[in-house]
């Protein structure tokens, strides 16, 4: 049985003009809910309002809780409390996310010293863990190491470790493949879906990408200009889209991306350690 992690209840976002339409949508543990769309449908500033970081000048309304929390107008302070700690966010492109010239085991232990009061050994051991479960190969020797050492899909893995570091209740993913070739993205994605299971993490994946959806998402809602046109479970919406919307992106995937969905929604696993993006 699934509990809601999130809840986000008629949320509307304004900046200059309205953006966001009160949309509503609870993330549930465990599971994978999708939120699909082209550029400017809204998707990536409702991710985003999640965690407070839309402009200064943006107006919201609405709720979005977190457990018994309201995070909306939330103080800046007390939301610094729940960013990388019970909320973590993974973003497009890991070379921007991750800072150059500090090392991947800086970056891991910094969040593990804010939120967890780890330090030292302790620090390094757990940032160690969460390599090797991402399956960044030679982990410890990794801590001493920068991310540009390393192949675009490491890094988008190393990127997922910072992400789990607090071990958050919620995971936003924001087009998290994208920069990725195809081969490298089929194993994020799968490494995506072993986690929101394993950790009963609620996971919410931002992507224009249907064929994307089609990999992992337990659910999926489809966004146009600020509304949401259309939500069900992966197997209704791809097999009886309702909504005109819907069939026109369904329309443009190409016939290998169709032929990648499957009952069980697994995709084919990266060489890890031979990730060649770059």
């Known amino acids: 049985m699934t509990s809601t992690a999130l809840s986000i209840q008629n949320l509307t976002i304004a900046i200059g003009r309205p953006l966001v339409h009160g949309i509503s949508l609870d993330l549930e543990r465990g599971r994978v809910q999708g939120l699909a769309g082209e550029s400017g449908s809204g998707k990536t500033l409702t991710s985003l309002a999640v965690l407070g970081l839309l402009p200064r000048k943006a107006q919201t309304s609405g709720s979005i809780r977190l457990g018994d929390e309201e995070l909306l107008g939330m103080p800046r302070r007390a939301l610094n409390r729940v960013r990388g ?62 991310p540009h050492q390393f192949s675009g899909g490491q890094r988008q893995r190393i990127a997922i470790a910072c992400a789990l570091a607090c071990d958050p209740e919620v995971l936003l993913a924001d087009e998290p493949t994208t920069a990725l070739d195809v081969t490298v993205q089929a194993g994020i994605l799968q490494l995506l879906r072993d986690l929101a299971v394993e950790r009963e993490l609620a996971v919410l994946l931002v992507t224009h990408d249907l064929g994307v959806m089609s990999a992992i998402a337990d659910d999926v809602a489809v966004m146009k200009d600020g509304r949401i046109v259309e939500r069900a479970d992966r197997a209704t919406l791809f097999a009886d889209p309702q909504h005109e919307y819907t069939r026109t992106l369904l329309a443009a995937l190409p016939g290998s991306r169709l032929a990648s969905q499957n009952e069980g929604g697994t995709v084919g696993e990266d060489s890890v350690g031979e990730d060649t993006d770059d």
């Not at 991750?98 to 780890?118: A, E, S, Y």
């Not at 390599?131 to 960044?136: A, D, F, N």
């Open 85 to 146: 700690n019970r909320i973590a966010m993974v973003f497009q492109d890991p070379s921007s996310s991750l800072h150059p010239q500090l090392t991947v085991g800086k970056q891991l232990t910094d969040h593990m010293r804010v939120h967890l009061g780890l330090k030292g050994k302790a620090a390094a051991a757990r940032a160690v863990e969460l390599l090797e479960r991402v399956q960044v190969p030679r982990a410890a020797e990794s801590l001493g190491r920068y």
